[in-house]
C-alpha cells in the first residue's frame, strides 16, 4: 500500500493516520461506559509474574521513573496523579480509571499492527511501531501497578472498617446490656 511512497512520504503518511488513530481511541475510551472497564474482568486482573505488583516496583524500578512521564486527565477531569480522598468510592473510581487507562495504551499499541499492515516490514514500519509501543507501554505498566495498590489500600480500608464496625456493635451491645 504505502510501500510504494518515498519514505519521507510514508512516515508523513503514518504519521498523520497515527495521530488520528490516537485521538479515535481517546474519544472510543472517554465514550465507552464504565463498566467496559471492571477491574475483575481477567484483562485487569494481577498475573502470577506480576508478583502482587511488585515485578513493577522491584524489577522495573517504576517508582523512580513514573513520575516524570505525563500523565492524562482521565473521564470527567478524574485526575490519577494523587488520591485525593480515601474513601471506598473513590478508590473504586480511581481503579477504573486505572483500567481505561490501561485499555486505551493497549488499543493504541495495536496501531503498531495497522502500521505493518499497510507498509509491510520497510524501516518506517518498523520504527514508528517500535516508536508506538515503547510510547505506550510504559504507561500501561504504570496503571497497572497503581491499580494493584490502589487494589490493597482499598481491601485494608474495608478490613479497617469491618473492625471498627464489630467494635461499635460489642460496644453497642455492652452498653444495652448494662442499662438493662
Request: glycine share 4%.
Amino acid at each position: 500500500m504505502l510501500k510504494e511512497q518515498s519514505a519521507v512520504n510514508a512516515f508523513i503518511i503514518n504519521f498523520i493516520l497515527g495521530v488520528i488513530w490516537h485521538y479515535a481511541v481517546l474519544f472510543v475510551c472517554i465514550s465507552i461506559d464504565d463498566s467496559a472497564f471492571d477491574p475483575s474482568k481477567r484483562k485487569y486482573r494481577i498475573r502470577k509474574w506480576e508478583n502482587g505488583g511488585k515485578f513493577y516496583s522491584d524489577v522495573l524500578k517504576i517508582n523512580k521513573w513514573k513520575d516524570f512521564l505525563p500523565q492524562h486527565v482521565g473521564k470527567d477531569g478524574f485526575s490519577k496523579e494523587h488520591i485525593d480522598e480515601v474513601s471506598i468510592e473513590y478508590l473504586d473510581k480511581f481503579i477504573l480509571e486505572t483500567c481505561r487507562g490501561e485499555w486505551n495504551h493497549r488499543m493504541n499499541c495495536v496501531f503498531a499492527i495497522v502500521l505493518f499492515t499497510i507498509n509491510g516490514f520497510t524501516n518506517v514500519s518498523i520504527i514508528l511501531a517500535a516508536a508506538d509501543v515503547f510510547g505506550n507501554i510504559p504507561f500501561l505498566m504504570i496503571q497497572r501497578y497503581n491499580r494493584f495498590r490502589l487494589q490493597k489500600l482499598r481491601k485494608m480500608i474495608l478490613r479497617k472498617m469491618e473492625r471498627q464496625s464489630k467494635n461499635q456493635a460489642v460496644t453497642y451491645t455492652t452498653a444495652a446490656e448494662t442499662e438493662t
